[in-house]
């Protein structure tokens, strides 16, 4: 039980290790790492197409409830503000290609979808420190990161303050 519990207390040593490296790496004012996926047609979507514009950079799932209501409660968001220079990279971390598109157009996300079917353990999900989902990040029009998981309710105040 001794040996099990060192082992235990290494790994959470190592992970928190990690933890504090790619958080060093994602605090505001440092570049967004790049995300290149594919959409629902199979076109490579790089996240740094989108710069110029206020950028959501949304991780999610078909499968998980909370993410579903996220999508509900920024349709909204994004209507009001889109024209404006908002934008939404929305990166499914869905296995199965045909739900995750039935989910989107249903919750009528109709922002940038791309998706990474490798799931919660994608090389995207390690560098952006996905250990949950719904994960958020606001990028600036210049590509540099404006807030790490901002609260929903107060999303839309910060759009206003930086489009």
Partial sequence: MVNDFHL??????????????HNANLKP?????????PNAKGVVVK???LKGKLTLVYFWSSWNALCRQTNLNLAPVYT???DRGFEIY????????????????????????????SGLK???CRTYMVKSLPKLMLIGKDGRIIANNPPLRELEEMIRKNI
């Fill in 8 to 21: 235990r207390m290494l790994a959470f040593k190592a992970d928190q290790a990690d933890l504090e490296a």
């Fill in 122 to 124: 994608s090389e995207y």
């Fill in 47 to 49: 996240l740094s197409s």
């Fill in 29 to 37: 004012g440092m570049p967004a790492p790049e995300i290149s996926l």
């Fill in 80 to 82: 009001r503000n889109h």
């Fill in 90 to 117: 929305a990166i499914s971390v869905d296995s199965d290609t045909e739900l995750w598109k039935r989910a989107y157009m249903l919750d009528k996300a109709y922002w940038t979808q791309v998706i990474d079917t």
